[in-house]
């Protein structure tokens, strides 16, 4: 079963304008991380934010917001006033038992969202 | 300094060789990780080390084979390359805990290009 499910294959948005990427997530582990990564084109995969299932506020790192929504099981990406350079695929990505068995639970990416910013 | 270093960056060969790619991180985190990403871009964990031990181990032909010299070194070697394993490999490795649990430190990737 997929555990992580990003349903936008492609989104296009003006620059400086806010976009939101999908997640929905399936566990029934109550401890658990997701996180978002980037991939430009040149390759490298680059992390962005993490939100714990028991945190209790929403995550944000500069222009980047996670909302999260646990009963839902999304954790959508939210980027505020888009850069070209933003361009790039984003991954959801989802660790469960985050606190016990660390080194025996390995990140589940999501498909992707490739993300194009319009000047 | 270069935290997750994998050489080399592109290897193109014939089908039916056997090739190594190599990997090293210097964060003295104690997990490292090989996952593959297919030509959909589609990223899926191979295999898993925890200090030297074999920890996760996915459904991967046995012409894969990991190997942990130490923890800070992963390598992985292919054995009877096919056209379906061109794809780029990445290595990974993860600290046991920090403000992030479980974050991934990735490493630039390594293009494989079966002929």
Not at chain 1, 8 to 21: C, S
Not at chain 1, 29 to 36: A, C, M, T, V
Not at chain 1, 101 to 110: P, S
Not at chain 2, 64 to 83: G, R, V, Y
Request: glycine residues 8%; aromatic residues 12%; charged residues 20%.
């Amino acid at each position: 079963a997929q555990k992580i499910t990003q349903t936008q294959p492609g989104m296009f948005v003006q620059e400086k304008e806010a976009v939101t990427l999908d997640c929905t997530y399936d566990t029934s582990d109550p401890s658990y991380g997701l996180f978002w990564y980037k991939q430009p084109s040149s390759g490298e995969m680059i992390f962005l934010i993490y939100q714990g299932s028991y945190d209790q506020q929403n995550a944000t790192e500069g222009r980047y917001s996670l909302n999260f929504q646990k009963a839902r099981k999304s954790a959508n990406l939210v980027i505020s006033a888009s850069q070209l350079g933003d361009s790039a695929m984003y991954f959801c990505a989802m660790r469960e038992a985050i606190f016990t068995n660390m080194g025996r639970r390995a990140l589940t990416f999501g498909s992707g969202t490739r993300l194009q910013v319009q000047p | 300094d270069t935290a997750v270093s994998q050489t080399p960056k592109y290897l193109v060969t014939q089908m039916g060789n056997d090739k190594s790619i190599k990997c090293e991180q210097n964060l003295g985190h104690d997990t490292m990780y090989w996952y593959k990403q297919d030509s959909k871009k589609f990223l899926k964990i191979m295999f898993s080390y925890n200090n030297k031990e074999l920890i996760i181990n996915e459904t991967v032909p046995n012409r894969f084979s990991p190997k942990s010299p130490d923890k800070a070194h992963l390598n992985l070697h292919i054995n009877s390359l096919e056209l379906g394993d061109s794809a780029v490999y990445f290595c990974a490795s993860s600290p046991g805990q920090g403000p992030h649990t479980g974050e991934l430190f990735f490493g630039e990737g390594s293009r494989l290009t079966v002929l």
